[in-house]
């Protein structure tokens, strides 16, 4: 690995050097040697406008690999449009105006919808062509996630997996071993039971054992893993009311209600449940992998990551992937450019960047197993995000209509997660709700 490096970096201060010693053009015509072989994107001068969310060291770090492509591409004008709220009002309302971006951030779900609507362009051909960049190079889970009716229309720039993030200082306190692979859902509970805690004697609980988010992608981890599922393989019929969904529900709402072990919406109030780990507020919690960033600022005690812990019903765990890709629009009017710009982000350099930071895991299966990514702590265990089998990964399912899918699993399970209404009634709803969205 550290050869492959080693001349990697010799490769890149080669091209860096060639090109700062390539002759420039003047405003009187001077005979200059012809480039060998131009490339479509490099014979004349375009723009492009590049369009994504994130927060403002995001912004600021993508503006600064975008100056370096544009340094590296005199010929390619980039235009950057950061949208760190509602970024799928923008995008849409670009589209709308016939002025869409040529490069934008992509979700799973909402390329089914601009794919459907034939507004993204395939990126087969670039994919079997180019040798730097092709779909060889990626986890196959990603390059099916954005596949939509056989035609692949984005580039996946990284993804992450759901783990449990444990706070290593409260269960060196209480004597308790760390969660590993061997862990179930009972052990999480016996554990969280352990750690719960009134610290300062006033009858009210300050200290919790546990704590999630209840977003479809964390609780999905849950669903699966016991063997249940949110919607039919075709997609035809919500699932949410059988069995194994139900049970996988029930246990964390009793964490909550039942034994409490953790806090309901109510008992977080203005707190998230992730703001409630970082603060030594929760022993456990379970998110996805994008979150090492940000916990690497904690200064008052130690955490690291074990898988999603282990189904007594099946035996089996699951997790649910968040993925995001670069993605083409059809309309696009250069777009060989926009292909350059796309490697430039996914490509050897991309991945590097990903992977030492501690953003996401790298899309590429190479630099996702690199000790760039795996030794970079913490956590010390970073690699429990590639570790799940592929039987193990799932997605949470996506339909073209999948905002009422989202308004659905906000509102109609609210009441559950306040204790407010059964989990039988409230998947019910959902049900009923979506029912009208789902393909016939």
């Given at each position: ?321 968040d993925t995001v890709a670069w993605s083409v629009a059809k309309a696009t009017k250069n777009p060989d450019a926009a292909w350059e710009l796309v490697k430039f982000f996914v490509g050897e350099r991309g991945q590097v960047r990903t992977a030492e930071s501690g ?20 956590p010390e265990h970073r690699s429990v995000l590639i570790e799940y089998t592929e039987d193990e990964i799932h997605y949470y399912p996506v339909i073209p209509n999948m905002g009422e899918m989202w308004s659905a699993w906000s509102q109609e399970l609210s009441q ?25």
């Amino acid at each position: 690995m550290k050869k492959l490096m080693i001349t990697g970096l010799m490769v890149t201060i080669i091209a860096l050097i060639v090109a700062a010693c390539a002759p420039k053009a003047t405003p009187t015509p001077t005979p200059v040697p012809a480039p060998a072989t131009p490339t479509p994107a490099e014979k004349a001068k375009v723009k492009l406008t590049v369009i994504h969310w994130g927060s403002s060291g995001e912004r600021d770090l993508y503006a600064g690999w975008i100056k370096q492509f544009m340094e590296e591409h005199p010929n390619i004008e980039v235009e950057q449009i950061h949208v760190p709220k509602n970024y799928w009002d923008k995008v849409a309302a670009m589209f709308a105006a016939g002025t869409p971006p040529d490069l934008m951030f992509m979700g799973y779900p909402e390329m089914v919808k601009y794919a459907s609507e034939g507004v993204l362009l395939p990126l087969d051909d670039y994919l079997a062509k180019d040798p730097e960049v092709n779909k060889d190079m990626f986890f196959p889970a990603l390059i099916k996630a954005f596949t939509y009716e056989g035609k692949i229309y984005g580039v996946p720039k990284d993804w992450n997996t759901q783990v449990l993030y444990y706070n290593k200082t409260l269960f060196d306190k209480a004597g308790l071993s760390y969660p590993d692979k061997s862990w179930t859902w009972d052990d999480v509970l016996e554990a969280a039971k352990k750690l719960t805690a009134d610290t300062d004697g006033d009858g009210v609980t300050d200290q919790w054992g546990f704590v999630t988010d209840v977003g479809m992608n964390r609780i999905g981890a849950w669903i699966y893993a016991n063997g249940g599922s949110i919607l039919s393989e075709d997609k035809t019929k919500c699932t949410l009311t059988e069995p194994p969904a139900v049970e996988a529900l029930k246990f964390l709402t009793d964490m909550m209600f039942k034994y409490k072990v953790a806090p309901s919406k109510k008992e977080l109030g203005e707190l998230s449940a992730k703001e409630m780990f970082a603060s030594g507020k929760a022993a456990m919690y379970v998110c996805g992998g994008w979150r090492i960033l940000g916990f690497r600022e904690i200064k008052d005690f130690e955490w690291d990551i074990a898988p999603i812990p282990i189904s007594p019903r099946t035996g089996k765990r699951g997790t649910v992937v968040d993925t995001v890709a670069w993605s083409v629009a059809k309309a696009t009017k250069n777009p060989d450019a926009a292909w350059e710009l796309v490697k430039f982000f996914v490509g050897e350099r991309g991945q590097v960047r990903t992977a030492e930071s501690g953003m996401a895991t790298p899309s590429m299966i190479k630099y996702a197993r690199s000790d760039a990514f795996v030794k970079s702590t913490p956590p010390e265990h970073r690699s429990v995000l590639i570790e799940y089998t592929e039987d193990e990964i799932h997605y949470y399912p996506v339909i073209p209509n999948m905002g009422e899918m989202w308004s659905a699993w906000s509102q109609e399970l609210s009441q559950m997660w306040l204790g407010q209404k059964s989990v039988e009634d409230s998947v019910k709803a959902f049900c009923e709700r979506i029912k009208p969205a789902l393909p016939k």
